[in-house]
């Protein structure tokens, strides 16, 4: 069992790992993006909203706490020694994760204002912008990602003493 997540651990942080994470992440991005036009052009209700954005917060979240904590992941398994410089691949991924990182909570943080208790928001101006602030985010995920993907696939590889 430990074999096999070691395994699965090493191809998730791998070059082609992040990659395809990414993919898949720009994907959801896509569509729920779609799913939130969408649901606002037909003017529904805005808790139909929480889930679709909440949904990908979490997932840059995850996402992002993945990639920024790159090199400590190849500690733990054994890829490189406790003293060990990071790669080039680290250097790009601390960036990403911690814009992953911040985008998700944000959008996460505007989701959630619109459930104040008090209501005082429902259905007027500060409602829909709210809304309309994690559109714009999820937006900036997006282009995140597709700045993710073509860094990881174009750039040059760097020695470990130029990623500092």
Same mark, same amino acid.
């Given at each position: ?15 082609? !790992?992040?990659?395809?994470?990414? *993919? ?5 991005? $896509? &569509? ?6 969408? =649901? #606002?052009?037909? !003017?529904?209700?805005?808790?139909? *909203? ?5 949904? $990908? &917060? ?6 992002? =706490? #993945? ?15 406790? &003293? ?81």
């Amino acid at each position: 069992m430990r074999f096999a997540l070691k395994l699965l651990a090493k191809a998730l942080i791998s070059r082609n !790992g992040f990659l395809t994470l990414n *993919l898949i992440l720009a994907l959801l991005s $896509v &569509a729920v993006l779609y799913d939130l036009i969408s =649901v #606002l052009a037909r !003017g529904v209700n805005v808790d139909s *909203l929480d889930d679709l954005n909440g949904n $990908v &917060a979490t997932i840059m979240v995850a996402f992002g =706490v #993945l990639i920024e904590e790159r090199h400590e992941i190849k500690k733990l398994l054994g890829l490189t020694d406790h &003293a060990g410089e990071r790669d080039h691949l680290d250097g790009i991924s601390i960036k990403y994760g911690i814009m992953y990182i911040v985008m998700g909570l944000f959008i996460e943080v505007f989701v959630e204002a619109t459930k104040i208790p008090f209501r005082i928001f429902e259905g007027g101006p500060v409602e829909t912008g709210l809304i309309g602030v994690s559109v714009a985010l999820s937006f900036g995920g997006l282009w995140g990602s597709i700045l993710f993907f073509m860094e990881i696939l174009f750039s040059k590889e760097e020695t470990a003493s130029e990623v500092h």
